[in-house]
């Protein structure tokens, strides 16, 4: 027996629940009289919706097929073996639930080793290989096919990428060695760091093949028959594959550079993954694709022992699950139809939810404002933006005309609503409006129909008070810009029934949003945490503290922007506001900043004029601000305002706003673009003993988001 099976025999006992994929032989006579074949397809026995992944049990059966077919190829049985998937899936690298549960160094060292032992033997064989990629490929998915002499792609393969570094880890099984190898650095960096770093990008088949990733592309319908004529032809020398020269010079140290720029720019050195991946491109230019594995081998084991990995699947894992299943929603059973939806308001909120509501329940949807000429700049707006999604080809003509269709806007609320099933009012947000729009919306709505708001800091129930029907008003916050960010906060009100907060919740789903049960406490979830988060950044700005070094004291949790930048973004107004409805609630802790006062006082849109092309303090706003005398450091900035997050996080689960520390990372990935490798918050707060500083206890069990005890 192999060391390499005796390695994954070891491994498949530690993992006892993986889904196992299985390795089918086949043989048979290719086209054009090119010889006997054997084909390996992976297969773990379900359909397209559990995608074929590789744990140790599943390496295991690739290796003794790869044992079967190195025996014909050597005993000249055979010319040629392929690699293909099952329908719709090639593979989509390894099992993550494997991971999870690995304690030991030593066992994480053997999931690298054993994905390169087995994979490895492809590029052996004393025939060619061939890869062919049928339908979605990720991780060691792309890998197993990189280790192959040829590869096709089909051009219907809808998702297809190297995602490790989005989650905390390299391309561990070939990734970060092959291909700079086989297409240059340049690209390898685009497909293995921006890609991965943009929101985990997936590349599609035509894209696949123009990166050279690829030797040739065919449709979907006939691929695995067009592959193997390709692979007839090839074989007999019909056919020969060039690939373009790659540049090992100075092309080479660009690529590796630009791939450290943004890395800089997307997680400012806080999380090791992507520079890991570049230190293993960078060294791989001299061709030895042993020391690459080796490397490969190191940094996965040493990533797998780390915090960030275990953060970045802990929020993979949130976002793919717990956001599917909300915590705490009604019986979905209890939901009521929605047939015609009434937004009230049509400034650009309310005209960005008309959109979404428009192109996800293709209902019937109506504004309403105080005047026509607002009324005509919402629905302008919602047809402008339909006639871009079918200039982009995202949608025909017919479609944009039935859309288009369904939008219209009334001054006559009840001409508007008197059929409506779900109305969102999107107002100005000042709790006297909100309650005059509700008397006015109920007096003319059907009995059974949801008032929703949008507010993103009042009290929902405070709201729904003067109501003769409180229990049909439901808080859905939704954050800006709508279209982007999935997160809705789904608000309870004192008096709201179960009915109309699964109707919402049914909506939410219907919409393709993550929604997160929350309690009707001021500001909710993700505001009340940044307005906390920036109100201290303020204090130690207003108490003397130089604005760029209070700016970037908080860098090493790579956030997507800046405390200021992203002020300016959710805009100083709105961000003042906010800060005196939680000074209301909690003036212990929340401050309202004379500084910030100043700024929107004088119209200002934000800190920083872009003059020069990067931020720089705006000098009308360095002559209003009035800041103390005391100097905090890098360091004593980023304590303060670690401190407070933990403690307002801490009081929030105390008051039960939402049911889990889980939820408060959930609103913050998908709410706010908290970053992966933090798992939101609170497992770094755990992970850098700030918890239990400030709380005296951990938010998460150790082994959640964590290296188990």
């Not at 505001?527 to 209070?550: C, K, S, W």
């Not at 670690?642 to 049911?659: F, R, T």
Request: aromatic share 6%.
């Amino acid at each position: 027996m192999s060391t390499t099976a005796e390695l994954l025999k070891q491994a498949s006992e530690l993992f006892p629940d993986e889904v196992v994929t299985s390795a089918h032989v086949r043989h048979f006579d290719l086209p054009l009289g090119a010889g006997r074949f054997a084909l390996i397809t992976l297969d773990n026995g379900h359909d397209h919706t559990k995608p074929t992944t590789f744990g140790p049990a599943s390496l295991a059966n690739l290796n003794a097929a790869i044992d079967q077919v190195e025996k014909e190829a050597a005993d000249g049985e055979i010319v040629g073996a392929g690699i293909t998937g099952k329908p719709f899936i090639f593979a989509v690298g390894a099992d993550l639930k494997g991971v999870e549960i690995l304690k030991e160094y030593e066992h994480a060292l053997a999931i690298g080793k054993g994905g390169h032992e087995v994979f490895k033997r492809l590029s052996k064989l004393a025939v060619p290989t061939f890869a062919y990629y049928n339908g979605a490929a990720m991780g060691g998915g792309v890998e197993v096919g990189l280790h192959c002499t040829y590869r096709t792609v089909s051009s219907a393969v809808p998702a297809f990428s190297l995602p490790e570094v989005f989650l905390g880890l390299v391309p561990g099984w070939g990734g970060c060695t092959l291909l700079p190898n086989l297409i240059g650095a340049d690209k390898a960096v685009s497909v293995i760091i921006e890609n991965s770093l943009n929101q985990n990008k997936q590349l599609k088949g035509k894209q696949i093949y123009e990166l050279g990733i690829a030797d040739a592309i065919f449709e979907g319908a006939d691929f695995l028959e067009q592959s193997l004529i390709w692979t007839a032809s090839v074989l007999k020398g019909e056919l020969e594959i060039e690939r373009p020269v790659i540049d090992r010079g100075e092309g080479w140290d660009q690529a590796v550079a630009k791939g450290r720029f943004i890395a800089d720019s997307k997680v400012h050195g806080a999380a090791p993954a992507a520079y890991r991946a570049l230190d293993i491109i960078a060294a791989a230019r001299n061709g030895d694709l042993q020391q690459g594995y080796d490397a490969e081998d190191k940094a996965l084991a040493d990533l797998i022992m780390g915090g960030e990995l275990r953060s970045g699947i802990y929020a993979f894992n949130l976002v793919q699950k717990r956001g599917k299943r909300p915590a705490g929603a009604p019986d979905k059973s209890l939901a009521r139809p929605v047939t015609k939806v009434g937004v009230v308001g049509a400034g650009l909120m309310a005209s960005q939810l008309a959109l979404l509501f428009l192109r996800r329940l293709e209902v019937p949807v109506v504004l309403t404002d105080i005047d026509q000429e607002r009324v005509d700049k919402g629905v302008g707006y919602v047809h402008a933006e339909i006639d871009k999604l079918l200039g982009k080809g995202r949608i025909n003509q017919d479609k944009a005309n039935r859309l288009k269709a369904l939008v219209t806007g009334v001054l006559d609320k009840a001409e508007g609503f008197a059929d409506a099933d779900f109305i969102i009012e999107a107002v100005f947000e000042e709790m006297g409006v909100k309650q005059k729009v509700f008397a006015e919306v109920e007096a003319v709505a059907p009995a059974h129909a949801i008032l929703a708001t949008n507010t993103s800091s009042l009290s929902v129930s405070e709201m729904a008070s003067k109501l003769k029907h409180p229990e049909r008003v439901v808080g859905f916050h939704f954050f800006n810009p709508v279209a982007v960010l999935p997160l809705l906060e789904i608000v309870r009100g004192e008096q709201t029934d179960d009915a109309s907060l699964a109707t919402a919740f049914g909506v939410a789903k219907k919409l393709k949003k993550t929604a997160v049960l929350v309690k009707d406490a001021p500001a909710f979830v993700v505001n009340r945490i940044l307005t906390r988060f920036m109100g201290e950044i303020q204090n130690v700005i207003d108490e003397g503290t130089p604005v760029e070094v209070a700016e970037k004291a908080v860098e090493p949790l790579g956030l997507p922007m800046s405390p200021l930048v992203l002020l300016e973004l959710v805009g100083p107004a709105i961000g003042l506001h906010v800060s005196e409805t939680l000074n209301k609630a909690f003036p212990d802790r929340f401050t309202v900043s004379p500084n910030l006062k100043a700024v929107v006082e004088a119209g200002k849109r934000g800190f920083y004029v872009y003059d020069s092309g990067k931020p720089e303090l705006d000098p009308e706003v360095a002559a209003l601000l009035k800041q103390g005398d005391s100097v905090l450091t890098e360091e004593q900035v980023r304590e303060r305002v670690l401190d407070a997050v933990a403690q307002e996080i801490g009081l929030m689960l105390d008051e039960g706003v939402v049911a889990e520390a889980q939820d408060i990372d959930l609103c913050l990935i998908t709410g706010a673009g908290w970053p992966f490798h933090l798992g939101g918050i609170t497992p770094y707060l755990d992970r850098e003993g700030v918890s239990e500083r400030v709380n005296g206890r951990r938010f998460l069990a150790q082994g959640v988001a964590s290296v188990p005890a």
